[in-house]
């Protein structure tokens, strides 16, 4: 077959990756979708394997291929897949799953009566039931609380929408509008992927399109074996921890063994705390796709996301720790685990590999969610949003500053317009912090303030900040940087700290002030130029008298 050809494939079908991509973002109701970008999409291969993948969030490269192949076990013999048929799923501990506000869409593509592929999205519904507004918990202790649960269940039938299931969910969230608005935005971008899945088809015929789609995943492992070689055999070890799990218990050591070879990458977490009591847990599914999102940086970070690409990466762990928890465990706040479980990885292998990773960055999303009676609408509302940070300092540059988490990938805060519009907040002060941390030959980024001043009569604020007793790391003689937390300012002045809180009780007029980490450093701040410090001083990222301790400048 002709090279030209089967590489025009490969591009149409991640052209039509972000295609739905788009159109997920357009037709969706809540801003965490059309505005945090907190979704991912995909096209997979009938044998489970992600063909392309549109940008959003990185913490799903593993789900859409995952939640596909679950659903084949599913679905087969006399209960196979017809043409017309919807799945939806959101089970946390197969399937890719990660907590039950992430919400798959499966659509099987047929051409010509066959079963050719699949188009998926993964999205964050800001509402999903439960007991407490947004679905999330940091005290939940059965997945049971957390909200509605879709156990891979026909949302469609031979193009027929279940209304039982539509019921279902009006009745159970509290914000039906928007999240059938959601529903179905997924369900119409899985159709516009299976339309160009069939264009493609229909152009260069079947035969062709598959010899391209083996060609592509073959391509993927070649690049990633590649890249493999340039990181130095061996084993290597590390531990971090879970500071809490919401009832003051812990902290809970996370462990983990990085194996490299030529051929393999093995991620082995045995030997990590039991699953807890609370919501700070981690399934094995939602496990590989943290590792899968570092795994890519380090090795295919530029090349289009394929299921090859992944082949020759392995994670192990027992059932029911932490990091791999069984049902009926808890994992609201799943992402908080996740991202320590990449950033343990990612701190063994940074000083393997100094080129492609920096220090440590705030290692949390930050999720507030803040929900009340607006006071212009009287209107239920939910906000919901991952918070901007410090990332830590590499050998070549400083950190960066005000970027999402590592779980976060391509995802956005949401514009403050777009906040005090939709919720009863207002927002106060939104500016780089200078908590100090982060010195170095190269500083650290620095972590943000956000104030959320309470405008709506009574509101109630959740949020997981871990991070909040343990530092972002600094690499190579450079200084630690600081805490993640958040803090209510009474309007009285009444100050309360918290790292992990649910539902607590705020006042018209209470701020929330969100705080975010400041990156570690890299280098021993003595090497850093003077002119340098001198323009971080009065750029305000480090104040004179850091200037004066830190860097003995005069």
Not at 176 to 185: H, N
Not at 303 to 319: H, L, Q, S, W, Y
Not at 335 to 353: F, G, S
Not at 516 to 522: E, S
Request: aromatic share 10%; proline share 4%; hydrophobic share 35%.
């Amino acid at each position: 077959m002709e090279r030209f050809t089967l590489e025009i494939i490969q591009d149409a079908l991640v052209a039509a990756g972000d295609e739905m991509f788009q159109t997920l973002q357009r037709t969706s109701m809540s801003p965490i979708i059309y505005e945090s970008l907190d979704y991912a999409v995909g096209i997979i291969d009938v044998k489970g394997e992600l063909l392309a993948q549109g940008n959003g969030v990185t913490a799903f490269l593993a789900a859409l291929d995952s939640v596909v192949r679950d659903t084949l076990k599913k679905f087969h013999g006399e209960n196979m897949l017809r043409e017309g048929d919807v799945v939806i799923a959101n089970t946390p501990y197969a399937g890719g799953g990660t907590h039950l506000s992430d919400v798959s869409i499966i659509f099987p593509v047929f051409y010509d009566g066959k079963l050719v592929a699949f188009t998926v999205n993964k999205a964050h519904w800001t509402e999903l039931g439960g007991t407490f507004p947004g679905s999330v918990s940091t005290v939940s202790t059965e997945i049971y609380q957390e909200g509605l649960h879709f156990p891979f269940i026909k949302i469609k039938s031979k193009g027929e929408i279940n209304e039982a299931i539509i019921d279902l969910i009006k009745a159970n969230v509290r914000l039906p509008d928007s999240t059938l608005g959601d529903l179905f935005a997924g369900i119409a971008a899985a159709e516009v992927g299976a339309n160009r899945v069939c264009s493609i088809i229909k152009k260069y015929g079947l035969e062709t399109f598959e010899l391209a789609i083996a060609d592509f995943l073959e391509y993927g492992e070649r690049m990633c074996l590649e890249a493999l070689k340039e990181i130095p055999n061996g084993a290597y070890f590390g531990t971090a921890e879970i500071e809490d799990n919401g009832f003051g218990e812990g902290p809970f050591p996370i462990k983990a063994k990085i194996t490299v070879t030529d051929t393999e990458f093995i991620a082995d977490f045995n030997g990590s705390h039991p699953q807890v009591r609370g919501a700070t847990n981690l399934s094995y599914s939602a496990l590989v796709t943290g590792c899968r999102s570092l795994f890519k940086a380090i090795t295919t970070p530029k090349m289009d996301a394929n299921g090859g690409t992944f082949r020759p990466m392995k994670v192990i762990c027992e059932p029911g720790t932490i990091v791999s928890a069984e049902t009926p465990s808890a994992v609201s706040v799943y992402y908080e685990v996740m991202i320590t479980a990449i950033d343990l990885v990612w701190k063994i292998l940074a000083p393997l590999i100094p080129d492609k990773l920096p220090a440590g960055h705030m290692r949390s999303v930050c999720a507030t969610f803040i929900s009340g009676i607006h006071p212009d609408t009287n209107q239920f509302y939910i906000q919901a949003e991952p918070l901007a940070g410090g990332w830590g300092a590499s050998a070549t540059h400083d950190g960066n500053r005000g970027q999402l988490s590592c779980g976060s990938g391509e995802s956005y805060n949401i514009p403050i317009e777009i906040r005090e519009m939709r919720y009863g907040i207002q927002v106060e002060q939104y500016a780089f912090h200078n908590e100090g941390g982060g010195y170095g030959e190269f500083q650290g980024g620095n972590g943000q303030y956000l104030d959320y001043k309470i405008t709506s009569d009574g509101a109630y604020v959740t949020g997981a900040f871990l991070g909040e007793k343990t530092k972002t790391w600094g690499m190579n003689g450079g200084q630690d940087g600081s805490y993640n937390y958040f803090m209510i300012i009474r309007k009285d002045g009444t100050k309360e700290r918290h790292n992990l809180g649910t539902n607590i009780e705020l006042e018209k007029g209470d701020i929330v002030r969100c705080v975010t980490a400041t990156g570690g450093g890299y280098g021993k701040p003595e090497k850093r130029p003077k002119e340098q410090v001198l323009l971080d001083v009065k750029n305000g990222y480090i104040t004179s008298k850091e200037a004066k301790e830190y860097y003995k400048l005069v």
